[in-house]
C-alpha cells in the first residue's frame, strides 16, 4: 500500500506549506467522486484535487485541467455555499490515520463567522469526503453516503454526529524510542515486517519491507535503529518522491525505496507531482471504461460483423471466379455445334487455347440444344461476372468500415468522457447508433469540438484531435494551410497540428512522439509518424469521418514518451 499513515503524514506537510492560511475562490464537482478547490495562498493561485474514488482516492495539488458540469452537483453546492470565500486556519493528518482535516473559517448569509471542518478520508473503497458543522461536530453532507445498514460504526447522512473510524490502537511511530520498538517486537516469532505493521500506526508492509532491508542483517540492535532512522527521515522532509517500475507494474512512495528491483524509476521534486504523474490517465480510463462500455462493445460487434461477411463474400468469390470457365465453354460448344446432337451428355472437344491441343469435357443439357447449351454457358459467364464486381465491392465496403471501427477502438483507448460522447453523436450522425430519447433538452448545434492543446519545448502550439470529429474540424478549419500535419503512418492514430510552417526540429519530434502516443502503436517503438502542411491533406468524397489522402509527406521515426507528452500538455 503506496498511500499508507505516513505518506499521508508528508502530503499533509506538503498541502499545509502550499495552503495554508489560503482563499477558497472556487469549488468544481467535476466527476462523482471527484472535486476540485481554486486556492488563493501565498500570492499564489493553486488548484487542490480530493478524490473519493474506490480504486484512485487522493489529495494532493495539480496542474491537471477537469472539465465541469453545466450543472454542479447537489454536495458541490452545499459546498460552495460554505466554504467558497473561506479561510483555511489548519490543515493536519488525524493522529497516523489516512485521514486529512481541513478548518475552513468563513461568513454565512447573515455575515456571521462559522467554522467547517472538511474531512478527507483516504481508504479505498471506503474513501470519503465529508463536511462537518465543527461546533455541534455534525455532518452537513458527504460525497458518499453510509447507512446504518451498511455500517453499524458509523452513520454517515446529513444531520448525524460525525464518528471517527474505529481506532485501531496502535503506536505512533514519532513517539518511539528504541525501547518501545523492542518491546513490540518478538524477534523470536519472525515476520518482523508484519509485526511492525501490526503495532505501529501508518505503517504499511512497503515501508516495514524496506526497514529490515536497510537493517542488514536483522537483530534487536539494527531494526530499532534502522526504522526509527526511516522515520526521522520523514519528520525532516528528507524525502524523494518516485514512482518505481517493477515487474510489469508501478508503485510510488514518498521516500527512497531500495529493497525494489526495478527496471526504471522516476523522482519527482513534490509529491503532488508524483500523484499527478502517476494518476495521469489511470482515473480518466477507468471512467471512460465504465461510459464507453457499450460503445466499445457495439464497436467490436460490429468489427467482428464485417470480418464474418468478408470470409462469406470471399467464398462467394471462389465460385464467381469460375466465370472464365464458363466463359470457355461457351465458346467451345459455339465452336463444335456441328459435331453435337440433342440428348448428348457431354462433350468432348479439343480446347483451341491450349497449345498442346488437350481436350475437354463439357456437361451438356440433355432437354437443351447445343446453341441452347452455348447460350446457357454464356448467361452463366455474364452472371458470374457481374456477381465478382459486385461481390469485390462488397468486400471493399466491409474492408472500409472494419478500418473505421479500428480507428474508433483506438480512439476509445485515448479518450476523456468528452470525447465519449463525441464518439456516439458521430455513431449517431452516421447511422450506426439510434438517438438517444431525451426529454425537455434541446440538442446544442453547431457546438465546435474542444481541441486538446499541448506546448512545445519552445513555446510552439500543437493541438491534438482525439476522435473523429475533433479530426476533422482540427485538419479541414481550425488549422492554417502551411501548418504542419501529423498522423502516424498506415496506423490508426490522431491527427497533430503544430501552429507554424516552420517549426524547429525539436517541436518537429515532439509533435510526431504526441502522434504516436495517441496512436494504435502507443506500446511499439521506432513508429513511423508521416508529416506535411495542411494544404496537401485532403478528405475524399464520401468518406467516413476522419478518414484523409495526403501527399508530399516526410517519415520520421519515434518511441512514444508518456513522460515527454504528460510535460508537454497544457494545463
Not at 532512522?229 to 520523514?234: P, Q, R
Amino acid at each position: 500500500m503506496s498511500f499508507d499513515g505516513l505518506f499521508t503524514y508528508a502530503i499533509t506537510k506538503e498541502l499545509k506549506n502550499s495552503l495554508l492560511n489560503g482563499k477558497v475562490t472556487k469549488i468544481h464537482q467535476p466527476y462523482k467522486y471527484d472535486l476540485i478547490f481554486q486556492i488563493r495562498s501565498g500570492g499564489k493561485n493553486h488548484r487542490l484535487f480530493l478524490s473519493a474514488h474506490p480504486s484512485y482516492a487522493r489529495i494532493h495539488l495539480t496542474n491537471e485541467a477537469y472539465d465541469n458540469p453545466s450543472e454542479p452537483p447537489m454536495f458541490c453546492m452545499l459546498l460552495r455555499k460554505h466554504l467558497e470565500g473561506g479561510i483555511i486556519e489548519n490543515i493536519e493528518q488525524l493522529d497516523m490515520e489516512r485521514i486529512i482535516i481541513f478548518d475552513i473559517k468563513s461568513r454565512n448569509e447573515l455575515g456571521d463567522i462559522t467554522e467547517k471542518r472538511l474531512m478527507i478520508e483516504i481508504m479505498g473503497r471506503h474513501s470519503n469526503i465529508i463536511l462537518v458543522d465543527k461546533e455541534k461536530d455534525m455532518i452537513l453532507d458527504s460525497i458518499k453516503h453510509l447507512s446504518p445498514a451498511v455500517n453499524r460504526h458509523r452513520t454517515v447522512l446529513p444531520g448525524h454526529q460525525y464518528v471517527l473510524p474505529p481506532s485501531q490502537g496502535k503506536v505512533n511511530p514519532f513517539e518511539a524510542d528504541e525501547e518501545t520498538v523492542l518491546k513490540k517486537l518478538d524477534f523470536n516469532s519472525g515476520k518482523l515486517d508484519k509485526q511492525l505493521v501490526e503495532q505501529f500506526a501508518g505503517i504499511s508492509p512497503l515501508f516495514a519491507k524496506e526497514a529490515l532491508y536497510r537493517s542488514g542483517l536483522v537483530n534487536r540492535k539494527t531494526l530499532p535503529s534502522t526504522f526509527l532512522a526511516m522515520i526521522a527521515e520523514l519528520k525532516e522532509e528528507n524525502i524523494l518522491p518516485s514512482i518505481y517500475y517493477h515487474d510489469k507494474k508501478e508503485l510510488f512512495y514518498m521516500m527512497r525505496l531500495t529493497h525494489i528491483e526495478t527496471s526504471e524509476t522516476k523522482t519527482f521534486t513534490t509529491i503532488s507531482e508524483l500523484l499527478d504523474r502517476y494518476y495521469y490517465g489511470k482515473a480518466e480510463r477507468d471512467r471512460v471504461k465504465q461510459q464507453g462500455n457499450d460503445l466499445e462493445r457495439f464497436i467490436i460487434n460490429e468489427k467482428k460483423k464485417n470480418e464474418k461477411k468478408i470470409k462469406k463474400l470471399e467464398a462467394t468469390l471462389d465460385q464467381a471466379e469460375k466465370a472464365n470457365q464458363y466463359q470457355l465453354f461457351g465458346e467451345l460448344l459455339t465452336a463444335n455445334l456441328y459435331s453435337i446432337k440433342k440428348g448428348d451428355k457431354t462433350a468432348e472437344v479439343i480446347n483451341y487455347y491450349d497449345e498442346s491441343g488437350s481436350t475437354v469435357i463439357i456437361p451438356l443439357d440433355v432437354q437443351k440444344s447445343p446453341s441452347e447449351n452455348a447460350q446457357k454457358y454464356f448467361s452463366k459467364y455474364q452472371k458470374a461476372k457481374n456477381s465478382v464486381e459486385v461481390v469485390q465491392e462488397q468486400i471493399s465496403i466491409a474492408n472500409d468500415e472494419i478500418d473505421y471501427f479500428e480507428r474508433i477502438i483506438q480512439q476509445l483507448e485515448s479518450a476523456s468522457p468528452r470525447d465519449i460522447e463525441e464518439i456516439r453523436e458521430e455513431l449517431i450522425e452516421g447511422g450506426y447508433l439510434k438517438p438517444r430519447q431525451s426529454r425537455g433538452t434541446k440538442k446544442k448545434k453547431n457546438i465546435k469540438p474542444i481541441i486538446e492543446q499541448y506546448v512545445a519545448s519552445d513555446g510552439t502550439e500543437i493541438l491534438v484531435g482525439k476522435n473523429n470529429k475533433q479530426n476533422e474540424y482540427l485538419t479541414n478549419k481550425l488549422a492554417a494551410r502551411d501548418d504542419l500535419w501529423f498522423h502516424t503512418k498506415d496506423i490508426p492514430g490522431s491527427h497533430v497540428v503544430i501552429r507554424s510552417k516552420s517549426p524547429s526540429n525539436e517541436t518537429i519530434l515532439e509533435a510526431a512522439n504526441i502522434a504516436a502516443y495517441f496512436s494504435k502503436a502507443r506500446n511499439s517503438s521506432s513508429v513511423p509518424v508521416d508529416y506535411t502542411a495542411i494544404r496537401h491533406v485532403k478528405k475524399p468524397n464520401g468518406a467516413k469521418p476522419g478518414y484523409v489522402i495526403y501527399e508530399n509527406q516526410q517519415t520520421i521515426f519515434v518511441t512514444p514518451d508518456e513522460d515527454l507528452v504528460f510535460r508537454l500538455r497544457k494545463g
